[in-house]
């Protein structure tokens, strides 16, 4: 069980508009930043969006983030087939002194 | 450019000790904090431990609190993770991974805990 929340799937067309959110508690997104990962099945996790709004160089403005209170979402806006892949959200836990990371979504673009 | 290289994976029977490595290039070494994340097959991800530039101050997860020893050697720009009282739940590919944004990872080092 993990202690961030996501839904465990999402999926849209390509050029659509998809969310996926991420639920915490105080101790983690409600009072620290919101990192968001792309792992393309057999490769290493990559960083898409941290502090919760930044894009690292070379990712797309299609992927935004917000936050409010203590969930976070990660948005995705003309959907491509290069999207699909999982997505995982992560926070630093002031509780447990340590990093915490959703259970992950699978994207699928139909 | 950025390059974090695992090593030191493999089969090991419960109970037994494993120590892995993560060699670092492209960038200054003793300047970021260091963790380790792992990936059990087919499951998401699970932080290790973290440990800052300073050397002393660490960070566990309760799973491996007691168990688990992170270090690193500045001058030799090296992380390395020390697995003591190995369980089956500890079977995964444990990834090196760099800053406070948990940025870049490396390719992953595989840890397979069986009799």
């Known amino acids: 069980q993990s202690v961030l929340t996501q839904p465990p799937s999402a999926s849209g067309t390509p050029g659509q508009r998809v969310t996926i959110s991420c639920s915490g508690r105080s101790s983690n997104i409600g009072s620290n930043i919101v990192n968001w990962y792309q792992q393309v099945p057999g490769t290493a996790p990559k960083l898409l969006m941290y502090?919760?709004?930044q894009r690292p160089s070379g990712v797309p403005d299609r992927f935004s983030g917000s936050k409010s209170g203590t969930s976070a979402s990660l948005a995705i806006s003309g959907l491509q087939s290069e999207d699909e892949a999982d997505y995982y959200c992560?926070?630093?836990?002031?509780?447990?002194?340590?990093?915490?990371f959703g259970g992950g979504t699978k994207l699928t673009v139909l | 450019q950025v390059q974090l290289v695992e090593s030191g994976g493999g089969v090991v029977q419960p109970g037994r000790s494993l120590r892995l490595s993560c060699a670092a290039s492209?960038?200054?070494?003793?300047?970021?904090?260091m963790h380790w994340v792992r990936q059990a097959p087919g499951k998401g991800l699970e932080w290790v431990a973290s440990i800052l530039n300073d050397v002393s101050t660490k960070y566990y997860a309760g799973s491996v609190k007691g168990r688990f020893t992170i270090s690193r050697d500045n001058s030799r720009n090296t992380l390395y993770l020390q697995m003591n009282g190995l369980r089956v739940e500890d079977t995964a590919l444990y990834y090196c991974?760099?800053?406070?944004?948990?940025?870049?990872w490396g390719q992953g080092t595989l840890v397979t805990v069986s009799s």
């Open positions: 992560a926070a630093w836990d002031d509780s447990l002194s340590g990093w915490v």
């Open positions: 492209g960038f200054t070494f003793n300047t970021y904090r």
């Open positions: 502090s919760t709004y």
């Open positions: 991974v760099r800053g406070s944004e948990l940025d870049p």
